[in-house]
């Protein structure tokens, strides 16, 4: 299902309407401050499972998913002091932050090594239903992984491609085009770059 909301004033009503579906265990597609992506509730493990099929990602490869903000990250992540100063000065924003997980993480979207994927975007879009829903959504790029170099921008072209595996579309306008999150791992003493992306990397002091 297509359903447009305005990205910059959220309309309760569509916002909790998606979040209904969402507790329900539906898979959709929304805009992200860089491309659109595919996500759904991080607690609901058959939605997980259903994203990895849409993907075609092999299960060792964990999704990130999206906090509400500085506090709802250290809920599901071991945080550092010096890991806060630099998260502080980046969100919201184009970030994904590889952090060690707390025990409220799902196994399913960590890593062996027990490390998470955490973003919290510049869109209201995505902090409406986080907060919501009340928890974390998934968020992985509406492209498959082989394809990374072509990101889907606009609700149409979503739609053609996922229409008939997602339960619901969001349509929050065209996207200007841009890469995907800049990935950095904060799990250790030393910040470390893991993928460049639209994020500036000088809001992490580099």
Known sequence: MLLAINPH????????QVVEALRLGAVICYPTDTVY????????????KRIYQIKQRPMKKPFSF???????????????????????KCLPGPYTFVLGATKLVPKIMMTKQKTVGIRVPEQQICMDLV?????????????PDDLDDSPLINACEVEERYGKQVD??????PLSYSASSTVVALEEAELKVLRLGKGNLENLGL
């Open 66 to 88: 999206i906090c509400a903000d500085l506090k709802d990250v250290s809920v599901y992540a071991h945080v550092s002091n010096a890991g806060y100063r630099v998260m502080r």
């Open 131 to 143: 907060r919501g829903l009340g928890n974390p959504i998934l968020t992985t790029s509406a492209t």
């Open 37 to 48: 992506g595919i996500g759904c509730d991080i607690f609901n493990q058959k939605a997980v």
């Open 168 to 173: 619901w579309i969001i349509d929050g306008g």
């Open 9 to 16: 004033n959220p309309q309760p009503r569509l916002i909790k």
